[in-house]
């Protein structure tokens, strides 16, 4: 069974990211025009900010020229963060995606936007929004009613107090 470079570059990468408190998230080698780009997107529970991403990139930089990964031809290495509209695959993912907005393809097709309440094992708790002016229901996704997830860009998102009132009035309505 043979590996691809990009299943390498991760054996070789993941330790030095893992070490740096930053999970790996993707790997790519792409090639643009006549220069090849490496593509490496890192996270943590807590975002990755300017200062991680630097040390991280350096780090990587001299291990790829300390082991020759990428070999002699010459690459363009890029590190940066999952982005705004980021697809959850990972259980990580969803507990990151904790308070945000989400649009779910579900396994039967259907498409429901809502926002994550809370991640365990089994599945996410979510608030469905209101339409015409009704109150928001609570729904609860198993991961396997789960096609796709993808966070939304929200430009008057909820802050966290907001959602820590919805998951105390859920709860009030649970108990009912």
């Given at each position: 069974?043979?590996?691809?470079?990009?299943?390498?570059?991760?054996?070789?990468?993941?330790?030095?990211?893992?070490?740096?408190?930053?999970?790996?998230?993707?790997?790519?080698?792409?090639?643009?025009?006549?220069?090849?780009?490496?593509?490496?997107?890192?996270?943590?529970?807590?975002?990755?900010?300017?200062?991680?991403?630097?040390?991280?990139?350096?780090?990587?930089?001299?291990?790829?020229?300390?082991?020759?990964?990428?070999?002699?031809?010459?690459?363009?290495?890029?590190?940066?963060?999952?982005?705004?509209?980021?697809?959850?695959?990972?259980?990580?993912?969803?507990?990151?995606?904790?308070?945000?907005?989400?649009?779910?393809?579900?396994?039967?097709?259907?498409?429901?936007?809502?926002?994550?309440?809370?991640?365990?094992?089994?599945?996410?708790?979510?608030?469905?929004?209101?339409?015409?002016?009704?109150?928001?229901?609570?729904?609860?996704?198993?991961?396997?009613?789960?096609?796709?997830?993808?966070?939304?860009?929200?430009?008057?998102?909820?802050?966290?107090?907001?959602?820590?009132?919805?998951?105390k009035d859920m709860k009030e309505e649970e108990e009912a």
């Amino acid at each position: 069974m043979s590996t691809t470079q990009s299943e390498r570059l991760r054996e070789l990468l993941e330790p030095l990211v893992t070490s740096q408190g930053l999970d790996l998230e993707e790997i790519a080698v792409d090639s643009v025009g006549r220069k090849r780009v490496l593509r490496v997107v890192v996270d943590s529970d807590t975002g990755a900010d300017l200062d991680a991403i630097a040390d991280v990139s350096r780090a990587l930089s001299a291990k790829l020229d300390e082991t020759n990964a990428m070999g002699e031809d010459a690459y363009d290495l890029e590190v940066g963060t999952p982005g705004a509209e980021r697809l959850l695959t990972e259980h990580r993912h969803f507990v990151r995606a904790t308070g945000r907005l989400v649009r779910f393809r579900l396994a039967e097709g259907d498409e429901l936007v809502a926002r994550i309440l809370r991640v365990d094992d089994e599945g996410v708790d979510v608030e469905v929004p209101g339409v015409k002016g009704r109150k928001p229901t609570a729904r609860r996704l198993a991961f396997p009613e789960v096609a796709r997830a993808r966070v939304q860009v929200e430009f008057n998102r909820k802050d966290s107090t907001d959602s820590k009132n919805t998951e105390k009035d859920m709860k009030e309505e649970e108990e009912a």
